[in-house]
């Protein structure tokens, strides 16, 4: 391994010197909540730090507040083992070799001469919320802030898969990045799409977010995206693509980020044996980022409430707010439409009444899913999709 820094020092620098700066409260219901805020992480201001090395950074609220896209410095972190702190893109390997007629190594140069397109897609962490999940769940304790959007280019995945000629009877691809392990035996991270999902022309190799080459801590030179899909297949700092012939029995696919096999991914609270299979499509989802929940707020005669859905794979068709806790419903007016994977922005009147309000919200999406009201639980804390509510009270 050539000279790999790890962060660690970084990290807890970066948070000893902010921690007389700010923090934050996300409000959750099952145990300590504030957090502290930090400048101090490479590429990233303002974030809120769920954990120093390797990170996991969170977006505060009022960053989706401010327009449709998520800005880069603003954008959340995760990763499950240390990853190189330097890396040099014009040196970056790309291979691609298993069940193919012509096993390739791609520099960045050669990605670049082939068809370049962009999309805009949520990337979302199938633990986003799990902080909020009631009873609580072990695992990073995320607020509504492990999500983003971001208008991505690169390459589609087809194209790579094709320039090495995918042979017949391959069941699906694999993709690992330069994260390392930090202990012998420990499975590295890898993930797999179905041959077909692999090579639907959509899946991208991104090099570039928000028209910047990616930030290192969101997987500078080269990482996977699976618009609709959960973040976890979205694989940073890609260096490894396999064609393989079976199903992918690695950890990561057959142990780690299994969901219960019912409709929602929702099963009663406590359940811990039942039928599983591999997340793989988001839910729809809306999410309030005028206000917070908790807020107190000066009584006013009338607010305009805005906030962001999202579809999961499909585009959102409506947004209906609730203000007494999920009885009657309005429609919400949509903001622009650009891209059935990307964010849209809604907004609504409201009527403030002196006192505690609970405000509810829901996104309908174009294949006619709508947000369940009641909330969804499995023992992993993945895929939260419940109208979100949002108490507040105006003095
Ligand atoms: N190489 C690598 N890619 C990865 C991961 C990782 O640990 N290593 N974590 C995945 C998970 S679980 C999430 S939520 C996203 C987070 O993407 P972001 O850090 O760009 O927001 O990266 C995904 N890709
Ligand atoms: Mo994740």
Redesign the pocket.
């Known amino acids: 391994m050539i000279a790999r820094r790890h962060l660690l020092g970084l990290g807890l620098a970066a948070v000893a010197a902010s921690a007389r700066a700010q923090t934050v409260d996300l409000r959750l219901p099952g145990g300590p909540s504030q957090r502290p805020l930090s400048d101090g992480y490479p590429g990233k201001r303002g974030m809120i730090v769920q954990r120093t090395a390797p990170p996991l950074l969170e977006t505060p609220l009022g960053a989706f507040d401010t327009g449709v896209i998520t800005p880069n410095d603003r954008?959340?972190?995760?990763?499950?083992?240390p990853?190189p702190t330097e890396i040099d893109p014009a040196a970056w390997q790309l291979r691609v070799d298993g069940a193919v007629e012509r096993p390739q190594i791609f520099s960045l140069a050669a990605l670049a001469k082939l068809p370049q397109n962009e999309i805009v897609a949520v990337?979302q962490?199938?633990g986003n919320a799990r902080g909020l999940f009631e009873p609580r769940i072990a695992g990073a304790q995320w607020g509504q802030g492990?999500w983003?959007n971001a208008r991505w280019r690169g390459v589609a995945l087809r194209h790579v898969l094709d320039a090495a000629g995918v042979k017949a009877g391959a069941v699906a691809v694999r993709f690992?990045?330069?994260?390392l392990p930090p202990l012998e035996g420990a499975p590295a991270?890898l993930k797999s799409l179905g041959v077909d999902h692999a090579r639907d022309g959509e899946v991208m190799i991104a090099t570039h977010m928000n028209g910047e080459p990616l930030p290192l801590?969101?997987?500078l030179p080269l990482?996977l995206v699976v618009p609709g899909w959960y973040?976890?297949y979205?694989?940073?700092?890609?260096d490894r693509i396999e064609v393989l012939t079976a199903p992918d029995d690695n950890f990561w696919m057959a142990k780690a980020y299994l969901i219960p096999d019912t409709p929602g991914g929702s099963v009663a609270p406590g359940m811990a044996t039942f039928p599983k299979r591999p997340i793989g499509v988001m839910v729809p989802r809306a999410l309030i980022t005028s206000i917070a929940d908790g807020d107190r707020l000066p009584w006013r005669e009338r607010l305009t409430l805005r906030g962001i859905a999202m579809g999961g794979d499909a585009g959102v068709a409506r947004v209906e707010v609730s203000s007494d806790g999920g009885n009657v419903w309005r429609d919400a007016t949509l903001g622009v439409d650009i891209g059935r994977y990307s964010f849209r922005r809604f907004e609504a009147a409201l009527a403030p009444v002196r006192g505690s309000m609970v405000l509810r919200v829901r996104a309908t999406n174009a294949n006619g899913v709508v947000q369940p009201l009641a909330p969804i639980w499995n023992p992993s804390g993945y895929m939260r999709g419940e109208a979100e509510t949002c108490q507040v009270e105006f003095v």
Do not use: E, I, Q, Y
């Open positions: 954008f959340f972190v995760r990763w499950h083992w990853f990337n962490c199938a492990a983003g690992g990045g330069a994260d991270f801590l969101n997987g990482r973040s976890t979205w694989v940073k700092m890609l």
